[in-house]
């Protein structure tokens, strides 16, 4: 497992108040499985995580939305927390960044409340996903299938609902991230856009 994402550029699109396990968890997997993760955030300098409703770590920001070119990315990931998409949701230039994965057909895992920024960016109309259960009436009125799954995989998009997720999350989300692009998720933002 060491190598599978060798050479895999991964964006961890993610602001202040995210749920630190959410994003920590994910992205030491994805070091150990050999890709090169970047924290993409809204400010540069550093972030803020949260264990629940208390502060946890600082962390670095690599880049910021402004100077990140999504293109050079193979994935995203999106944690969650309550603060950190509600952020990046009205940002427009996060909704860009993250239409463009899906304008691409490159694989995205969000988790907890991170399909919120999914919901903004107009991707999960037709699309089966979780989240955290207080945002599912979001996801229907979105157009997304809802269901209460540890995991939930459709055409490159993996979606958890909370941290006791992240286990079945990680492995999902490196076998899609592995996999690379998916035809059938390519050009799913823009046809949600025009309707």
């Avoid at 749920?19 to 924290?39: H, S, Y």
């Avoid at 691409?104 to 989240?131: F, M």
């Avoid at 998009?157 to 390519?186: Q, Y």
């Amino acid at each position: 497992m060491a190598n599978e994402l060798k050479g895999k550029k991964v964006a961890i699109l993610v602001t202040d108040g995210f749920e630190q396990v959410e994003m920590t968890k994910p992205r030491q997997a994805l070091d150990e499985a050999g890709a090169e993760t970047r924290i993409v955030s809204v400010k540069p300098g550093k972030i803020q995580g949260m264990n629940h409703a208390d502060k946890g770590d600082k962390f670095d920001v690599d880049i910021t939305l402004d100077e990140a070119r999504p293109q050079e990315f193979d994935a995203l990931l999106i944690p969650g927390g309550l603060m950190n998409p509600d952020t990046l949701r009205s940002t427009p230039e996060a909704l860009e960044f993250t239409r463009h994965f899906f304008e691409e057909g490159k694989p995205v895992a969000a988790i907890c409340h991170g399909p919120w920024v999914l919901i903004d960016a107009g991707v999960v109309r037709g699309r089966k996903l979780t989240s955290w259960p207080a945002i599912k009436t979001d996801v229907r009125n979105a157009g997304g299938n809802w269901v209460d799954q540890e995991v939930v995989v459709d055409n490159g998009l993996v979606t958890s609902r909370k941290p006791d997720d992240i286990p079945a999350f990680n492995r999902k989300m490196i076998e899609e991230f592995r996999e690379g692009r998916h035809a059938a998720m390519a050009g799913t933002a823009v046809s949600q856009l025009e309707t």
